[in-house]
């Protein structure tokens, strides 16, 4: 099984190369940009191209002859461009409104050409004499020196990142490792179902777990739209450096909220020795999420994103099922009457049975018991699915095993 993470380093530049650095991110920024336009132009069919190997011998040596970047910058500058221009084409294909990919933030992609990887320091492309050293300084404890230094990890491309406010450069590296699959085999699995949500908590667990506040991500959202707009008003330089600051200080805040976010959720399956975490498939509930906002829409996608891969390093999956009715199921042991009246906001009170929960954590549940029998529908495996309540956990057959801790 490969495992994927992030090492999230912040990186010491020598100063009479800062400049440099910023040069070549700055045009790093542009060339993106340029290939964005000519991708957006499309073909002689009037297609949006998406192709790499279409979109870089359009715009490739303009580039590389008006600004000297690095040919491997370049080439970044038209991955970077092309996936930004695919994920313009799959919110299309879903009926979505879009426009442009524009870049704005201080971010530059480094390939493995681009970039050499040593104890203690890296080595990066850049404008200049030559490339630019530049150290790693890690936290006390910090666990991204256990996957920058030593061969157990295994270094690949990078993003460079500069926060403008506090002058500083961060190096977000992808790694790996090759471990064996521990759950592959395995005589039974627990499964957790989780809500996600765009106001309220952020995602509620079928163990009972609130995570994240969603209304505090809104409202970090809002008052940086509402400065950005003041900004814009007055359309000075120093107010559009001040909107490419605040924006990206707001990408790395949302960010870091979101990876917390999905670390304690991880944490929470990993607690429940649980082998599969289950979310509701976004594709299928666009009806209910219709009035989220695109940012609302992205928070949802990344924080299962990131659970991915935190997961993956625990050996547990990550799976999604159809999110049909299971706000209005009453995930009581043996009821589930299905029915709208059985929610009213937050709460949830069973018109049959009379349970009453918070409605975020029957839908959890809910989500949970949709897998186990799917699972069980299926005869897929030879594991034994269990859903983790609360209070312990419950079979695809209606068996309680209670919490032993």
């Known amino acids: 099984m490969e495992l994927q993470r992030t090492a999230v380093v912040k990186l010491s530049v020598p100063n009479e190369r800062q400049d440099d650095l910023k040069r070549t991110m700055d045009t790093f920024r542009d060339a993106s940009q340029r290939f964005a336009d000519r991708g957006w132009q499309g073909d002689d069919s009037g297609y949006v191209i998406t192709s790499r190997s279409r979109l870089q011998p359009l715009v490739y040596d303009d580039i590389r002859e008006d600004t000297g970047l690095h040919s491997d910058l370049t080439v970044a500058a038209v991955n970077h461009a092309s996936d930004a221009l695919s994920g313009c084409v799959d919110r299309m294909k879903e009926g979505e409104r879009t426009s442009k990919p524009v870049f704005t933030s201080n971010t530059t992609v480094y390939n493995t050409n681009a970039i050499t990887y040593f104890d203690g320091y890296c080595s990066l492309a850049a404008y200049g004499s030559g490339r630019v050293h530049a150290e790693y300084v890690y936290p006390d404890d910090s666990l991204q020196a256990e996957y920058m230094e030593g061969d157990e990890w295994t270094k690949q491309g990078a993003k460079l990142r500069y926060d403008c406010q506090s002058d500083t450069y961060y190096l977000h590296v992808s790694v790996k490792q090759e471990r064996e699959d521990s759950s592959e085999g395995a005589e039974s699995r627990t499964v957790l179902g989780v809500d996600r949500n765009v106001d309220g908590y952020l995602a509620v667990t079928s163990t009972g777990a609130f995570i ?40 790395n805040w949302s960010e870091d909220f979101l990876h ?40 949802f996608r990344e924080l299962k994103r990131q659970a991915e891969y935190k997961a993956r390093a625990h050996g547990i999956a990550v799976e999604s099922v159809h999110p049909a009715y299971t706000s209005q199921r009453c995930s009581h042991t043996n009821c589930g009457f299905t029915h709208e009246d059985n929610r009213d ?49 419950l079979n695809g057959n209606g068996d309680y095993s209670p919490s032993t801790v």
């Open 345 to 393: 906001g937050d709460e949830f009170a069973c018109q049959k049975c009379g349970k009453e929960l918070h409605s975020d954590y029957n839908a959890a549940r809910n989500i949970a018991h949709r897998y186990v029998q799917n699972r069980l529908k299926s005869g897929s495996g030879r594991a034994t699915n269990h859903l983790a309540l609360k209070s312990g956990t």
């Open 212 to 251: 994240g506040n969603a209304d505090l991500l809104n409202h970090k959202r809002r008052e940086y739209e509402r400065r950005r707009n003041r900004l814009q008003q007055t359309g000075t330089r120093n107010a559009h450096l001040t909107i490419q600051s605040i924006g990206d200080t707001f990408a």
């Open 260 to 299: 917390q976010a999905s670390k304690r959720l991880v944490k929470e399956a990993a607690s429940q020795d649980c082998s599969v975490i289950v979310f509701e498939d976004l594709k299928r509930i666009r009806d209910r999420i219709s009035g989220a906002s695109k940012f609302q829409q992205w928070a």
